[in-house]
């Protein structure tokens, strides 16, 4: 089955920086690669996702890459504010399955 | 996007007992509804696959039944855990997938959980 690794597993970053988690996967079947924020006691909400025809997209301060031949994305998150601090998850579909990574806590400081 | 809600948000209950989770998706329709499990600092774990009118897939591990899965609606699927135990205590969380989006097939819309408190 797929194999999703993400790191770091932690982030603290000064706000107004900017962050990056990093996700690898193993099936180069994965054809779509969202990313969900998990906030304490909640829900994971979906903040954007990727397909695999595509190598690049953005929402304002959200962004996420693609490499389809290293089988590797990221996500990445400009001008920080302290409300983006909460655990971002990875993940690669097959099939319509969700494989996730372990999760990365990103802390802003004010 | 899409609302997916889960009801209770939170359970407590007694060793033995029964406790039921809904999962509604509120303004789509839903063929397909997944359940996962989450420890707490730990990522999500699939449990089952519920589509709708027929018997859910459960994953390798995870007990039919003990997790039992009904998805009688394309906006309802409930998950019973019967005989609760304290090992049972988790937080419940379902999933959605919203088929009206053509290429977007793949996305999931996930509820706000479930935490469930075995004494």
């Known amino acids: 089955g797929e194999n999703v690794e993400q790191h770091p597993s932690t982030l603290s970053v000064q706000e107004g920086d900017s962050a990056v988690i990093k996700c690898t996967y193993s099936?180069?079947?994965?054809?779509?690669f969202p990313w969900y924020k998990q906030e304490l006691g909640k829900g994971p909400q979906l903040i954007i996702d990727?397909?695999?025809?595509?190598g690049e997209k953005k929402d304002q301060r959200i962004a996420v890459t693609l490499n389809k031949t290293a089988k590797h994305f990221s996500l990445h998150i400009t001008e920080t504010q302290p409300e983006d601090s909460a655990v971002y998850f990875c993940?690669?579909?097959?099939?319509?399955?969700?494989?996730f990574g372990t999760g990365t806590r990103l802390t802003v400081i004010p | 996007g899409a609302v997916v809600s889960q009801h209770p948000s939170w359970v407590i209950c007694k060793s033995g007992t029964s406790v039921k989770i809904e999962c509604r998706s509120l303004?789509?329709?839903?063929?397909?509804m997944f359940w996962y499990r989450q420890f707490p600092k730990q990522s999500l774990m699939l449990m089952a696959t519920?589509?709708?009118?027929?018997?859910?897939?459960?994953e390798q591990g995870v007990e039919k039944d003990k997790f039992l899965i009904n998805h009688a609606s394309l906006t309802l699927s409930t998950l019973t855990v019967t005989s609760a135990h304290p090992e049972d205590s988790s937080f419940y969380i379902c999933s959605a997938r919203d088929p009206s989006g053509g290429v977007t097939t793949d996305t999931q819309y996930f509820g706000p959980g479930t935490r469930l408190t075995v004494l």
């Open positions: 099936d180069s079947a994965s054809n779509y």
């Open positions: 303004d789509f329709q839903a063929t397909t």
């Open positions: 990727i397909r695999s025809n595509v």
């Open positions: 519920s589509n709708e009118g027929s018997k859910a897939t459960y």
């Open positions: 993940a690669a579909s097959i099939l319509a399955n969700l494989f």
